[in-house]
């Protein structure tokens, strides 16, 4: 069974940095694409950025966040990073973790595993 759980939210002010980790257990994802969603009251659940975890792992981001954030992973401690930089007040959401078996998409419908979330807010 997949099991994904987040760590590393919290408050920061804005222009700081946070960095969110993933571990990943109960698969071998080397065929899975990996992925960060965000979502805040009464929005739909929105992309961030997404990792292939097969070979250079390729990546992708949303426009919003692209040059700010970096997602990367540890293959030793099958976990996902995801590092924030020049956070914004409108990066304010809960962010969560998810896991596809296939090609990397941004749609969250396509995402078959998830883990509970992880706050961040981001004070102006």
């Known amino acids: 069974q997949v099991q994904l759980a987040e760590s590393g939210g919290g408050l920061v002010q804005a222009g700081g940095s946070l960095r969110l980790s993933c571990v990943a257990s109960?698969?071998?994802?080397?065929?899975?694409?990996m992925g960060w969603f965000r979502q805040t009251p009464n929005k739909e659940r929105e992309f961030v950025a997404a990792l292939r975890w097969s070979g250079e792992g390729r990546t992708y981001y949303a426009h919003s966040v692209k040059g700010r954030f970096t997602i990367s992973r540890d293959d030793a401690q099958n976990t996902v990073h995801l590092q924030m930089n020049s956070l914004t007040a409108e990066d304010t959401a809960v962010y969560y973790c998810a896991a596809r078996q296939g090609r990397l998409v941004i749609t969250s419908l396509a995402y078959e595993y998830w883990g509970r979330g992880t706050q961040v807010t981001v004070s102006s």
């Open positions: 109960g698969r071998t994802f080397s065929t899975y694409t």
